[in-house]
């Protein structure tokens, strides 16, 4: 499968962006989809996940009421709206696809090419 991210852009902070990241093929119920960001110097970390089927959601503390992952099955394709944006936010965001509840970057087994986001404060 591949992933195909887009969205990114420049905001100011206290603005909003839709991040969307379509796949190539059929995603299964039985998939699990995730957006994680890395910023200049840190480590890649996680931010949101999904199961496909339940569509069951999971996030970072940090970005809890704040951001919202989503999908539409009919297009394979899932989003994560970031709201209320903070300078903090600033990074590239990837969006990665498994067959696994996780959090960490080896518990996906497939990756978008990252769009970056920068919030201006």
């Known amino acids: 499968v591949q992933l195909q991210a887009s969205g990114g852009g420049f905001v100011q902070a206290g603005g909003s962006l839709r991040l969307s990241c379509a796949a190539s093929?059929?995603?299964?119920?039985?998939?699990?989809m995730g957006w994680f960001r890395q910023a200049p110097g840190k480590e890649r970390e996680f931010v949101a996940g999904?199961?496909?089927?339940?569509?069951?959601?999971w996030y970072l503390d940090s970005v809890k009421g704040r951001f919202t992952i989503s999908r539409d099955s009919r297009e394979n394709t899932f989003y994560l709206q970031m709201n209320s944006l903070k300078p903090e936010d600033t990074a590239v965001y990837y969006c990665a696809g498994g067959s696994h509840y996780g959090t960490h970057p080896s518990d996906y087994d497939y990756w978008g090419q990252g769009t970056l986001v920068t919030v201006s404060s």
């Open positions: 999904i199961r496909w089927g339940r569509g069951s959601t």
């Open positions: 093929e059929r995603i299964y119920s039985s998939g699990v």
